[in-house]
Every structure is written in C-alpha cells, then in structure tokens.
T-cell receptor, first 115, second 113 residues
Framework: DTGVSQDPRHKITKRGQNVTFRCDPI?????LYWYRQTLGQGPEFLTY????????KSRLLSDRFSAERPKGSFSTLEIQRTEQGDSAMYLC?????????????FGSGTRLTVV | GESVGLHLPTLSVQEGDNSIINCAYS??????FIWYKQESGKGPQFIID?????DKRQGQRVTVLLNKTVKHLSLQIAATQPGDSAVYFC????????????FGKGTSLLVTP
C-alpha cells in the first residue's frame, strides 16, 4: 500500500462546470476525511466518513458539494456549478478507528483551478 | 470556533542550528495536538503529536512542548537540515468536538546552507 491516493492531481475547469475528485485511502483505514486548503492557509475540514457513513459535515460544505463513500473504501467529492472561490487544494486523509493517536495520513491532494 | 494560530509566518535558520516553531491556541478544551510538515505540492505529513496530559514528547530530532497554562505549543527541530525546509502546521482537536482537526495558518521554515 502506497498511502492515500488522490486523482486527479490537478484539475482546471470553467466556472459553472461540475468536477469530481477521487480518494483511495490506506486499505485498512476505515476513517476518511476531506479538507480544503487555500494558498497560505491551513487545511479546513469539510467532511468525515466512518466506513460508508458520512458522520460529520462542515458548514463549508455548501449544497453544491457532495461526498460519497459507497462501499466504505474509496470516496468521491463532487462540486457542482463551480465558482472561482472553489479554487483550492482538496485534501483527503484516512486513519484507523483504534490507535494511540488521531493522526491522519494525507494524500497529495487535488489542486482545482476554476477559470 | 476558537482559533489555533502561529506567532511567526516565516522562519529562516542556518543548517545545523536548532529551529523552534511556536503555536498558540485559545481553546482550553483542546486535548490533542499534532504537528504537520507540508512540502510544496504535497499533503501534510504527520511529525509528532502530544496529548494534553503531557508537557513534552520527543521524536527523532523533534520535540514538542505543551504549556497548557499559557496555551502554547512549540516544535523544536534539532540540527536543522535543508530537507526540513517546508511549511509547518500545528493542529488541535477539542474534546467532544467530533472528528475534525483545526489547523493554524502555518510557519514557513527556510534552512539556509
């Protein structure tokens, strides 16, 4: 297992288009998180899955955003009717339920540019 | 929510020197703290963590100090190397706040030869 994988690495889209990103977590990790990071800022939490259940959503996750984890493995994050303000790095992280710490393993992210 | 912040946005140190990166937090309910390193074009990488029942924890070349009285966290890197150049974030988690980590803005560490 090579860690958390995200696809694509970069996405350029026109305003108003829909985009979908994929995250493949570490295989034995049942917790999966999505974060958004804008330039010069720390990551901001978007949503959390435990197995296939979406247990927490940030108020940053507007109605245009939807995330799924249908089989408790990979996850997708879709943004509908993209806006320029959606331009950011979208990070996925995964972790184990049990453990000595809550530390996540992050993927390298998908950089979205809305033009 | 309450904020996690960093004292300095940038830090420049010479190779071989020790680095200290500071972080202030304001939420007294925070019970778990993590330091992450983020290199350009990559996701944050876990460095070291500490729980609120500890005041010091050491790793390989890194030490985290937690002062709950003044709500201050620091990351010390010994014998800083060029490969340590990155942005460093502290993150905290509150008791009973769910699953999200709350990140600060980050400090950019530049190691010069």
């Amino acid at each position: 297992d090579t860690g958390v994988s995200q696809d694509p690495r970069h996405k350029i889209t026109k305003r108003g288009q829909n985009v979908t990103f994929r995250c493949d977590p570490i295989s034995e990790h049942n917790r999966l998180y999505w974060y958004r990071q804008t330039l010069g800022q720390g990551p901001e939490f978007l949503t959390y899955f435990q197995n296939e259940a979406q247990l927490e959503k940030s108020r940053l996750l507007s109605d245009r955003f939807s995330a799924e984890r249908p089989k408790g493995s990979f996850s997708t994050l879709e943004i509908q009717r993209t806006e320029q303000g959606d331009s950011a790095m979208y990070l996925c992280a995964s972790s184990l339920t049990a453990g000595t710490h809550y530390g996540y393993t992050f993927g390298s992210g998908t950089r979205l540019t809305v033009v | 929510g309450e904020s996690v912040g960093l004292h300095l946005p940038t830090l420049s140190v010479q190779e071989g020197d020790n680095s200290i990166i500071n972080c202030a937090y304001s939420n007294s309910a925070s019970d778990y703290f993590i330091w992450y390193k983020q290199e350009s074009g990559k996701g944050p990488q876990f460095i070291i963590d500490i729980r609120s029942n500890m005041d010091k924890r050491q790793g390989q070349r890194v030490t985290v100090l937690l002062n709950k009285t003044v709500k201050h966290l620091s990351l010390q890197i010994a014998a800083t190397q060029p490969g340590d150049s990155a942005v460093y974030f502290c993150a905290e988690k509150e008791v009973n706040s769910g699953y999200a980590l709350n990140f600060g803005k980050g400090t950019s560490l530049l190691v010069t030869p």
